[in-house]
Nanobody, 127 residues
Framework: QVQLRESGGGLVQAGGSLRLSCAVA????????MAWFRRSPEKEREFVAA????????SYADSVKGRFTVSRDNAKSTLFLQMNSLKPEDTAVYYC????????????????????WGQGTQVTVSS
């Protein structure tokens, strides 16, 4: 059974940093692209960042480009999202997602291309 578990969310002041992690179990993590999405009460679920199976290719939403960095550790089956210079508008529940098909990657993938999701971790940025 595939399981994705996010951690690292919390409350931070504007300008601060957080590092999210997503541990994946029960799956051949190293063959699959991954992504981060987020959802807030004001917005529908939106793409944040994506990374291919080897970590060679990455893409970001314009709203987080230059502030967020996605990475992965295939030896530990873990995905990361380093978030710097956080803004109140970054407040959301953040989800990691596993791509449905292996060895496939595109920039800014849609949510529908992902077959498994974590439970989400809350990030709150105060002004």
């Amino acid at each position: 059974q595939v399981q994705l578990r996010e951690s690292g969310g919390g409350l931070v002041q504007a300008g601060g940093s957080l590092r999210l992690s997503c541990a994946v179990a029960g799956h051949t993590f190293s063959l699959y692209s991954m992504a981060w999405f987020r959802r807030s009460p004001e917005k529908e679920r939106e793409f944040v960042a994506a990374i291919n199976w080897s970590g060679t290719f990455k893409s970001y939403a314009d709203s987080v480009k230059g502030r967020f960095t996605v990475s992965r550790d295939n030896a530990k089956s873990t995905l990361f999202l380093q978030m710097n210079s956080l803004k109140p508008e970054d407040t959301a529940v953040y989800y990691c997602a596993l791509r449905r098909d292996y060895l496939v990657y595109i920039d800014s993938p849609s949510a529908e291309l992902h077959s498994h999701w974590g439970q989400g971790t809350q990030v709150t940025v105060s002004s």
